[in-house]
T-cell receptor
Framework: QQQVKQSPQSLIVQKGGISIINCAYENTAFDYFPWYQQFPGKGPALLIAIRPDVSEKKEGRFTISFNKSAKQFSLHIMDSQPGDSATYFCAASSGQAGTALIFGKGTTLSVSS | DAGITQSPRHKVTETGTPVTLRCHQT?????MYWYRQDPGHGLRLIHYSYGVKDTDKGEVSDGYSVSRSKTEDFLLTLESATSSQTSVYFC???????????FGSGTRLTVV
């Protein structure tokens, strides 16, 4: 069974703090790991993605850390802001064109001011 | 989202009635997907398409059928709606490898 396990289910962080969301996968054929951000009433939007040839990718305040041997990857949101309050999904696939993404169950992040 | 639209945005229907949801894209992308989103389950793949008239089943395909007669349109049909199909349905498109999906804004379907 191809699965992506995401934790925690919900997260509350103080403004300015670091938010960390973790995901683990089983299928070693996966080689594309995107994160999506979803605001209420909207569709998910691609936030940042990584491939296994690097251990970390940073875009602004968002960083993906990737551990190939442990089959785990995580999203770090530095200096979390109330505007970051949303649901975050990790996903994985083999990356080939047309391959369907397998999503984690999501993490609801609330950043308190 | 620009380039992909879903219709209707909201629908309430009765158990046992057929329902068709539409996804329309203007990006000329080859690949299209239907997902459903439910609390505690995340996004689960229903069906996907890799070209005109080429479709395949996803994880939760029972009770659903799809059709793609044109590149730009991907239809999801619930042949006989049940309460368990109450959900938010998202369509997504992708064109090439390793670039992720673009999602539509979703259709909230309630089966009463």
């Amino acid at each position: 069974q191809q699965q992506v396990k995401q934790s925690p289910q919900s997260l509350i962080v103080q403004k300015g703090g670091i938010s960390i969301i973790n995901c683990a996968y089983e299928n070693t054929a996966f080689d594309y790991f995107p994160w999506y951000q979803q605001f209420p009433g909207k569709g998910p939007a691609l936030l940042i993605a990584i491939r296994p040839d690097v251990s970390e990718k940073k875009e602004g305040r968002f960083t993906i850390s990737f551990n190939k041997s442990a089959k785990q990857f995580s999203l770090h949101i530095m200096d979390s802001q109330p505007g970051d309050s949303a649901t975050y999904f990790c996903a994985a696939s083999s990356g080939q064109a047309g391959t369907a993404l397998i999503f984690g169950k999501g993490t609801t992040l609330s950043v308190s001011s | 989202d620009a380039g992909i639209t879903q219709s209707p945005r909201h629908k309430v229907t009765e158990t046992g009635t057929p329902v068709t949801l539409r996804c329309h894209q203007t990006e000329n992308h080859r690949y299209m997907y239907w997902y459903r989103q439910d609390p505690g389950h995340g996004l689960r793949l229903i069906h996907y398409s890799y070209g005109v008239k080429d479709t395949d089943k996803g994880e939760v395909s029972d009770g659903y059928s799809v059709s793609r007669s044109k590149t730009e349109d991907f239809l999801l049909t619930l042949e006989s709606a049940t309460s368990s199909q109450t959900s938010v349905y998202f369509c997504a498109i992708s064109g090439t490898a390793y670039v992720g999906y673009t999602f539509g804004s979703g259709t909230r379907l309630t089966v009463v």
